[in-house]
């Protein structure tokens, strides 16, 4: 399929409702949507941290990945009524897996936020995209990106008043899951079409987290205020940014998205300033510098793909 022609397949199976929306979203410059889904996950972020006085990390996590799998249900149900009739057992295992690690994922990086600044949590777990991006490269001057990043994540780790090593590790766990969810999202996505395989995952997800969510949240999960910021966390950290970067990835190359993306660490350091009340020092707005310039520019050595 051409790339002219994605949006308008991209609408079919939606209708006039779904062309509306689409054709509104296809007004906005494909950067604009990048930067407004990395906002609208940060501040998900600083909604669901805010939580934590209330309920426990597990319990926001698990609200976030069952609100998330709810949407992406309704919106994949009829190609999901036939999945087990249409896929293989071993396709079904990688959805699994995909949903396993996004639950891990949302977990560790949750556990860290409850430790340390949101911008520092973030920069640490972008470590592991930057890992993909630079392992997935043959150019010798990627490992100069590699060594900038380990400098980052040495000055933040280097001392004062932020530091919790535990909240640190978390980062890193969640880092490495972020690196496994770029390979079994890409493994999904060639064995479910649409976001069949998505919405697979997300039920998985929220069902691994479901014992540990209940257990942690208890009675609380109940309250009719914290089921909607829950659902809030939801739609901002994942369906409204998965809207808004599958729009962008039609109308621009993946390695513009890719730099714009790198903006997130910076974008979680301010969201946790202006929501959270979190002031980095000088040292640490360096680090973050440095892991976004690592970011940056092993996302520009990479090859443009073949058309």
């Keep these: ?51 934590f006085d209330r309920l426990p990390p597990d319990a926001v996590v698990f609200m976030r990945l069952l609100s998330s799998a709810i949407v992406l249900c309704v919106v994949a149900r009829k190609a999901l009524r036939g999945v087990l009739r249409s896929h293989t057992w071993r396709d079904l295992a990688v959805a699994a897996g995909f949903g396993l690690t996004l639950a891990l994922m949302n977990f560790s990086i949750y556990q860290s936020f409850s430790r340390i600044p949101l911008g520092i949590a973030v920069t640490i777990e972008f470590l592991g995209p930057l890992a993909i991006s630079i392992l997935g490269s043959r150019r010798p001057r990627d490992l ?19 530091v919790d090593p535990v909240g640190i590790g ?48 208890g009675t609380a999960l109940l309250s009719p205020e914290l089921l909607l910021i829950g659902a809030g966390v ?3 950290s994942s369906v409204i940014p998965y809207t808004l970067e599958l729009e962008a990835l039609r109308r621009m190359p993946a390695r513009v998205f890719g730099i714009l993306m790198s903006l997130e660490p910076a974008v979680a350091a301010l969201v946790g300033l202006v929501v959270l009340g979190e002031i980095l020092d000088a040292r640490e707005w360096v680090a973050i510098g440095c892991v976004i310039l690592a970011c940056v520019g092993a996302t520009r050595s990479q090859q443009a793909p073949e058309a």
């Design 234 to 236: 939801g739609l901002l």
């Design 1 to 51: 399929m051409a790339l002219a022609d994605a949006p308008r397949s991209y609408l079919r199976p939606f209708g006039a409702r779904g062309a509306r929306r689409a054709f509104s979203l296809g007004a906005v410059p494909p950067p604009a949507l990048v930067l407004l889904g990395v906002v609208s996950v940060q501040i998900g972020a600083g909604l669901a941290k805010h939580l």
């Design 170 to 217: 978390f980062a890193l766990l969640a880092g490495a899951c972020w690196a496994g969810y770029i390979v079994l999202s890409a493994a999904t996505g060639r064995r479910f079409a649409g976001s069949t395989g998505l919405a697979l995952a997300s039920l998985v997800g929220a069902a691994a987290m479901l014992p540990l969510g209940i257990a942690q949240g």
């Design 144 to 162: 100069l990106w590699a060594v900038l990043a380990c400098c980052g994540v040495l000055l933040l780790a280097r001392g004062g008043g932020h």
